[in-house]
């Protein structure tokens, strides 16, 4: 036999058994970080319960929220704004409300339905902010809002 003959037999053969410990492994079932067991109906690190999965909010990511207007346009710390728009989503995938001149600061807020929210003003500095609202679908910011004064 000649040797580029061989070395071909070699490398399929090299291959070839490379190829059937991780298939019988897999078959098996693996254990892949971060996600636990898989294959074969086997428990993960978090467990599986159908009552759960059953009772999760169904939240639609194609729907992107889109404010319209804010009522009042302008307004002092404390004070309740009605933002209307569209595709706000439910209770459960609704994320919040945020002013950008607020940071970080939690916005106290009540979302009536799909269509309309209702903020409370937080205590920052009197100027010029946006308004974004999160849903489920992204992100809507509003076009600039005055904060008033005390």
């Known amino acids: 036999m000649s040797p580029r ?12 058994l490379a190829y059937l410990p ?3 492994l897999a078959e098996e079932g693996v254990i892949v970080e971060g996600a636990g ?16 999965v059953a009772k999760d909010p169904v939240c639609d990511s194609s729907r ?3 404010i319209v207007r804010v009522e009042p346009d302008e307004a002092k710390p404390g004070q309740t704004i009605t933002i209307k728009g569209e595709h706000f989503g439910t ?7 945020a002013f950008s001149a607020a940071g970080s600061t939690k916005i106290d807020y009540t979302l009536v339905n799909d269509t309309t929210v209702e903020a409370t003003v937080p205590e920052i500095q009197p ?10 679908g992204g992100n809507a910011r509003s076009k600039a809002f005055l904060v008033q004064g005390r």
């Open 22 to 24: 991780l298939r019988s």
């Open 91 to 97: 209770r459960d995938c609704f994320r919040g409300v």
């Open 127 to 136: 100027g010029m902010s946006f308004i974004d609202v999160v849903a489920s």
């Open 64 to 66: 992107k929220p889109k």
């Open 5 to 16: 003959f061989l070395l071909h037999v070699l490398i399929i053969s090299v291959f070839g």
């Open 37 to 52: 067991y898989t294959l074969h109906d086997t428990e993960s690190i978090k467990g599986h319960d159908e009552q759960a």
